[in-house]
């Protein structure tokens, strides 16, 4: 007679690594899509308004996708009938990304602008459910560990579609930009067809939620004074919204003020997915060891240096040192940020609480971005200080510099403010400090296989 508990493990085991390929196709259509957005907007003559348009609309409308799902799937209590059909929406609307514009020129940025709203509000249609199905599916005490495995295998497959597209577009400029651009989207839209179909087949748990498991965006609100995970909210949605202030613009920068070749900006690119590929393993390790909220802590601290970076030199190995920190950091902070919310949540409450997470997230990504349009357009190219004037590279490096003092601010204020979840192993802040400066996010996972030769694997992760 089968064992039920053994095929429920198995079920869970095959749909787990159907999730780790829909990811590894998904990380390819952002790699050959998502992350050429803006050179395609400036491609098409779109100003910095524009471009900061196209950063922020799509993610406000994509909320608005996303509160309208978690009602569905109180309907409906079917999450895969939500994800497919949004999934299905979003492949498809990498034809009129490139062929609005395409076939109407004249309007081009305005149409990309449309378009790109259509792709992100399918995109986040699915969210909710997909992250309350996938929360059903790892078990707490393994997430950080698979969540590490799955977005290194995603930053793989996306350094390998961000190369590619680069080297693509970087070809067939001198002969036909246009058909560069056709290639990339067409690849796009057929890597979310293979994601697509993995999700189609992945094992659906039964959804159950008790009356009392659902509660409005103002219960929400409401009770955040006294709720660890809004805190947690409030401070995620506002780093989102320092980091749109100059995020949008670091493609405006390379490509138009330092005059980056697509070589060039591709391998600045793919520069920050290497390191994130490089110490996903040891902030999966450490996120499920020392608890998320203290690695949040230690990145938290640490992201408002990457944008200043940016000011001190516009040598091209300078930047690739700059995307290679920012990589590194920001593994580290998404991780456990992610991971934060499985902990924080029970399963009845994890679709609400994400589309509600998403709404703050999004909200902050629209301030951010649009403030960022706003100022690019007013702030001076130079700075007069005591008789001083500093002729600035480029006037977007206030925006820089206003980035990084805004997500100072909010660590300072907020991370204080919420805590750790779950029961973990305690290490002083510092140490973990000492042990990035020391760059073992990037050599642990490097040297490992060489020092367990010797050591017969017994280390001490925490020395």
């Known amino acids: 007679m089968p064992d039920n508990n053994t095929d429920s493990t198995n079920t869970k085991q095959k749909s787990l690594r159907y999730s780790i390929i829909d990811g590894c196709a998904a990380s390819l259509m952002t790699g050959f899509g998502d992350s050429y957005i803006s050179a395609y907007a400036i491609f098409l003559n779109a100003s910095n308004a524009v471009i900061g348009l196209i950063s922020s609309v799509p993610q406000l409308l994509g909320t608005a996708a996303q509160l309208i799902s978690v009602r569905a799937l109180d309907r409906t209590g079917h999450r895969k009938s939500l994800i497919l059909p949004s999934v299905l929406t979003q492949m498809l609307a990498w034809l009129p990304i490139f062929f609005l514009p395409f076939v109407w020129k004249g309007a081009g940025p305005a149409l990309l602008l449309a378009a790109f ?10 969210a909710p459910a997909w992250n309350s199905l996938i929360g059903d599916l790892v ?157 949040m802590t230690v990145t938290g601290w640490l992201v408002p240096i990457v944008p200043v970076l940016w000011l001190f030199s516009p040598n091209f190995y300078y930047i690739l040192l700059c995307q290679g920190i920012g990589g590194l950091i920001w593994a580290g902070f998404n991780l456990a940020a992610g991971n934060f919310i499985f902990d ?93 400066a020391q760059g073992r996010p990037i050599l642990e996972p490097i040297l490992e296989p060489i020092l367990e030769i010797f050591t017969g694997g017994d280390k001490d992760e925490t020395d």
Request: hydrophobic share 50%.
């Open 139 to 295: 078990e707490p005490q393994k997430r950080g560990d698979f969540f590490a495995k799955r977005n290194r295998y995603i930053a793989i497959f996306s350094f390998g579609s961000i190369l590619m597209a680069g080297l693509i577009l970087h070809l067939l400029k001198p002969i036909n930009e246009w058909t560069g651009f056709g290639i990339i989207f067409g690849a796009a839209f057929l890597s979310r067809g293979i994601s697509l179909y993995f999700l189609s087949i992945t094992h659906e748990p039964a959804y159950k939620v008790h009356p009392t498991d659902k509660f409005t965006l103002w219960d929400f609100i409401r009770r955040s004074p006294k709720s660890n995970f809004a805190r947690f909210v409030f401070y995620v949605a506002l780093m989102n919204t320092a980091v749109m202030v100059s995020g949008p613009f670091f493609a405006v920068y390379m490509l138009k003020d330092l005059q980056f070749s697509y070589a060039q900006f591709t391998i600045s690119s793919v520069t920050a997915v290497l390191t994130q590929i490089l110490s996903m393993p040891y902030w999966g390790r450490i996120c499920d060891r020392f608890g998320n909220k203290k690695i």
């Open 117 to 126: 709203c259509l792709y992100n509000a399918s995109g986040n249609f699915s």
């Open 344 to 436: 924080a949540v029970s399963p009845p409450k994890r679709a609400r609480c994400v589309a509600y997470y998403s709404l703050f997230n999004n909200i902050g990504i629209f301030i951010g971005a649009t403030i960022g349009a706003w100022l690019s357009m007013r702030l001076p190219g130079k700075i007069e200080l005591f008789g001083l004037t500093i002729v600035l590279i480029s006037y977007l490096h206030n925006l820089f510099l206003i980035s990084g003092l805004m997500r100072l601010a909010f660590s300072v204020i907020f991370l204080p403010r919420f805590k750790e979840v779950r029961e973990v192993e305690h290490i002083h802040t510092w140490k973990l400090f000492y042990q990035i």
